[in-house]
């Protein structure tokens, strides 16, 4: 049943996938819109500056209606000539309006402006007053242009691809884990220290503190950090250790008893299951972090863990379990808590190993898979970077206006903008 | 059935949210912000339950006298009263129409003359526990310690006046030598090539990991692996 | 820390173990005696605080800036100089300023700056055609995401319930990108990581941030690309007034808040060195002294 699930939910989300650039291929059928040929209108005196003159007016790509683009050349007089021109005005018309209306001014030098403020289905046309102090000077009236949604983010289409291709890797190493495949796994040393630090719990009998972070069940961190807690609070039931877990979040206090519940059933101990074993402080960061202090400083837990997303309370709290003389097992995917968590604990998961971790500890062939999958998205991001970092020292040593754009375009798809 | 609803509704939420992200066409744009509103009106509603739990438990502290109980007392009195200043916008000029966090309402002078100093406290116990955990942290013990401790050193000293006063006779070709240089190279080269590389992964176990929890075959959060 | 044993322990050996009480009295008093006497440390503006003074400096008169106040009283007094710098700038280049919040902690803090900063030293700046207080909306990255579409659906009346569409500089306002630039304040989440990659990326509208000195790295490989600049911590807020100095004359001579902060840093700074310094002397005494008595044990 569990396998059959599994390729009905990979099948369903490879169609759905598949759907997508289909629909964006059906939607590059539709017309483009011409530039209207009008009347230059010029208006003032002399050393007016020239005006701009749109190159592009067309309805937004990849959005879901409500905008267009515009673009013009700069004005001969923006930067050169009698560089004159303080600012660009854009001015609409819709289509059954008599009057433009001014609807935004853009800085000289910039060539392009969205208009989204527009309705789905109407005709406009614009016309750019390039502006010198009180003075401007009109560009020709564009045709009219109607904006409207499209089927498919073609702005996006660099990251649906990588995605696409990491999404197939991951789902085909769960596969050939399933087939019993040997896979090798590098030792995580903070979670081969979880036995040692909940046993050490137990034979000073003092409780354990787990901390799922800050942020609600909405943060994929959290999730992580209550995944990793199934699998600690099982070991803590079948230890008959103590844990103390004080949350920050309504939505996690429910999730974390649940999951430690089940814990506690899987150990064979639902009667040693309380729910005051999870308890909620307040969702205020610091007086989170207060609360959590006190109950540290009072109770002397013998084993911290912190698991999930941390900000400035990271160092706080490992400051305090070091004063008291907790083991400290952290884990965290803040770049910039890592170097507290680090200097502070005795053990740390970084990054990736955060979400390695659940996997990791189950030790099931399925999830083990997944990770593997992810070595298929670094082997693209190492070898674009070297490759990227190789064409472009070739092309500053050459010269070479090929080699040049060749490494742009690569970094294009590779960029967010 | 009560391990299949949820796995069959994670896995069409997460599909649709996947496929919105890409479509910006009716019905699927705006989708992701839709599910957000979503678990955000939840996650309101669900705080009755954390405050409800907040209560319960002190009150039982207080009423069995545990240990330390006077701190629940604290808790209890504070909660009640921000609560009532804000719900009823008690001294507000404007009335309980008013905004709630307007200048001369009781909410807002509790805010300003026990609530921000309270929290800048705590966020100020930051700039002590740097001082004791770099203390302890940065010892020369091993090769991998010795340069973590001479670039935090580095950083340091070119944050200060004092690095450009010490190194500022290097000029010309060497003026890289100066330690503010030095530091700001620290930062923008190795610091913000490991700050990638670790993004990277993190990206890429959050991608694995979600469709882990999307396909199913990380179940850990409902519970334990047997049906 | 106090947790170990405490026979036949050498000097060397407890001042490696120093009380950490006795760092942070050094510490304090390194904080407090450079804010008692006011004194001022001006910082050189570093090309991302610059970028990102010069792009509100080549806004035209009547730009739209959204200021966002992601941020509490605990971060305020190393972020409010940035803000209170950026409002002055704004002002002076007659910028439109829309002033909201993603954090509940944020709302007080904008009726702050507007009675502290704005209503003072730009009496001319009316509400509702220069500037408006939007107040605080629940949602987090999921209030951007619907921003981005439809700003007055979240955004139907201002902080003190009027309506927006009877406020004249809400008019044209139709969704995020109808703004010049989005400035957050906060490195907290939400913050400028959720404006960058909400708003900024999908609506290619500029986007700047100013954060506590701790976020700063975190947010550090979005620039240049998806941030316009970034203020880090208290040094960012001094180079932002350095570079309002250097452009309004006015400002000459007045000691600005992150300027103060900066001395109070410069000084912290030197006594953990010192510590770090003195630890390290301590475990290279020990480390030797374990060596010849490991020798002598031997012979």
Known sequence: ?417 | MRRTVPLVITLIVGTVLIVAEFVPHKPFGNLGDKFSMYFDIIAVFAFILGGGNLVRVHITKISRKKADWPFSAVTLAGFALVLAAGLFKIGNPGGIRGDVAVVGSLFNDLYIFIFTPLQASMFALLAFYVGSASYRAFRAKTVEATILLVAAFVILLGRTPFGLWLTGGFTGSWEFLQVPNLANWIMDVPNLAGQRAIMIGIALGVISMSLRIILGVERTYLGQDND | MGNGHTEHKTLVERLQFIDRRIIFVFIGLAVVIPLLFGAVLKEETTPIVQTFFDTIEGLPEGSRVLLSFDYGPTTAPEIQPMVDAIVRQCAHRKSKMYMMALWATGDNLTGETIEKVLKPEFPDYKYGTDYINLGYQTGNQGLIRVLLVDFKMMYAVDASGTDVDSIPMMKNIRNLKNFDLIVSFGGGSPGIKEWVLYAGDPGKIPVGGGCTAVSAPLLYPYYPNQLIGLLGGAKGAAEYENALINAYPEYKGRKMAGMKLMMSQAVSHVVIMFFILFGNILYFIQRSRDKSRSMEAGR
């Open chain 1, 1 to 417: 049943m569990k396998i059959c699930f599994n390729k009905v939910a990979a099948l369903g989300m490879v169609l759905l996938l598949l759907a997508v650039p289909y629909s964006w291929l059906a939607a590059q059928a539709e017309p483009d819109t011409l530039i209207q040929d009008t009347t230059v209108t010029i208006t003032g005196q002399e050393h007016l500056p020239r005006p701009a003159q749109f190159t592009f007016v067309h309805d937004s790509e990849g959005d879901a209606g409500g905008s267009i683009t515009l673009k013009w050349t700069l004005s001969p007089d923006d930067g050169a000539g009698e560089n004159n021109v303080t600012s660009y005005n854009i001015f609409r018309k819709a289509s059954g309006e008599s009057e433009f209306e001014k609807i935004g001014t853009v800085a000289s030098g910039l060539t392009e402006y969205e208009d989204a403020t527009t309705t789905d289905g109407v005709a406009y046309s614009y016309y750019i007053l390039t502006s010198s102090d009180s003075v401007g000077s009109k560009s020709d009236i564009s045709a009219g242009v109607v904006s409207s949604a499209q089927w498919f983010n073609s702005k996006d289409l660099d990251t649906f691809i990588i995605g696409i291709i990491i999404c197939f890797s991951v789902i085909f190493f769960i596969f050939w884990a399933q087939k019993g495949k040997k896979l090798y796994l590098r030792k995580i040393a903070g979670l081969e220290a979880v036995d040692e630090a909940i046993g050490r719990a137990t034979e000073m009998g003092r409780p354990i503190l787990y901390i799922p972070g800050i942020l609600d069940m909405d943060d994929v961190q959290t999730v992580a950090g209550i995944t990793i807690l199934g699998r600690v609070a099982k070991t803590i039931a079948e230890y008959d250790t103590k844990i103390n877990m004080p949350v920050s979040r309504s939505i996690v206090l429910t999730t974390a008893r649940e999951t430690i519940r089940q814990a506690y059933v899987a150990a064979g101990r639902p009667d040693a299951y309380s729910d005051d074993m999870v308890h909620y402080l307040t969702d205020e960061q610091f007086g989170y972090v207060a609360a959590v202090d006190g109950i540290m400083v009072r109770e002397k837990p013998a084993t911290c863990f912190y698991i999930g997303a941390f900000f400035a309370e990271s160092l706080i709290f490992a400051e305090t379990g070091h004063s008291i003389g907790a083991i400290q097992i952290a884990g965290t995917a803040m770049p910039a808590q890592l170097p507290f968590f680090v200097a502070a604990c005795d053990y740390t998961l970084i990054g990736e190993e955060l979400f390695a971790a659940s996997a990791y500890l189950s030790g099931e062939p399925k999830q083990l898979g997944s990770l593997k999958g992810q070595d298929v998205g670094k082997i693209i991001a190492m070898v674009v970077i070297v490759l990227l970092c190789a064409l472009f020292t070739v092309a500053s040593l050459t010269e070479s206006e090929a080699v040049l754009s060749l490494a742009n375009t690569i970094r294009g798809w590779f960029s967010a903008s």
